[in-house]
């Protein structure tokens, strides 16, 4: 019975040390963090976005990690910008270079970190931090992502 207790005991320890060492080296998601994916294809002789989730849901203070795969022959700038209130824009091109006003739902300085060089056939990723959300209701953001002079338009929520 004691012999019991003790191998109990010990796969309780390696429990928690695996839980402890995972969280110290980013092995565990932040509940309030969304990982999604943007994948490009050929088109014609276009590189398009041919997959994206329509609404990415994410925490008050979290982070949107966007992966970018492209299987186009040659590569591309991908921009996450030009985020609004409103779905309608009459902005074609995620507003690259323009520092964006009160909408952008981010640290301000991840506006530097909104584009990504995607090489043909190989994928990125964009990182944006720290989710903003300064009421008790969600926050609704359209914005867009770009790439091969073309864009699409998904929703942003973020919780409080």
Request: with cysteine; net charge neutral; hydrophobic share 35%.
């Given at each position: 019975?004691?012999?019991?207790?003790?191998i109990?005991?010990?796969?309780a320890?390696?429990?928690?040390l695996?839980?402890?060492?995972c969280s110290?080296a980013?092995?565990?998601?932040?509940?309030r963090?969304k990982?999604?994916?943007?994948?490009?294809?050929?088109?014609?002789?276009?590189?398009v976005?041919?997959?994206?989730?329509?609404?990415?849901?994410?925490?008050?203070?979290?982070k949107v990690?966007?992966?970018?795969t492209s299987s186009?022959?040659?590569a591309?700038?991908?921009?996450?910008g030009?985020?609004?209130?409103?779905e309608?824009?009459?902005?074609t091109?995620c507003?690259p270079g323009?520092?964006?006003?009160?909408?952008w739902?981010?640290?301000?300085?991840?506006?530097?970190?909104?584009?990504?060089?995607?090489?043909?056939?190989?994928s990125?990723?964009?990182e944006?931090k720290?989710?903003?959300?300064?009421?008790?209701?969600a926050?609704?953001?359209?914005?867009d992502v770009?790439?091969g002079?073309?864009?699409?338009?998904p929703?942003?929520?973020?919780?409080p």
């Amino acid at each position: 019975m004691a012999g019991s207790r003790t191998i109990g005991a010990g796969i309780a320890i390696v429990a928690a040390l695996v839980t402890f060492a995972c969280s110290k080296a980013g092995g565990t998601l932040d509940a309030r963090d969304k990982d999604t994916t943007v994948t490009l294809k050929t088109q014609g002789n276009d590189c398009v976005i041919d997959s994206k989730e329509a609404e990415i849901r994410v925490g008050k203070g979290g982070k949107v990690k966007w992966k970018i795969t492209s299987s186009c022959t040659v590569a591309q700038i991908v921009v996450i910008g030009n985020f609004r209130e409103k779905e309608d824009t009459d902005v074609t091109n995620c507003k690259p270079g323009v520092l964006e006003d009160d909408h952008w739902p981010f640290r301000v300085e991840d506006q530097s970190i909104k584009y990504m060089y995607v090489p043909a056939g190989g994928s990125e990723t964009i990182e944006l931090k720290d989710a903003k959300n300064n009421s008790t209701t969600a926050r609704i953001e359209w914005y867009d992502v770009c790439a091969g002079g073309k864009k699409y338009d998904p929703k942003l929520i973020v919780d409080p």
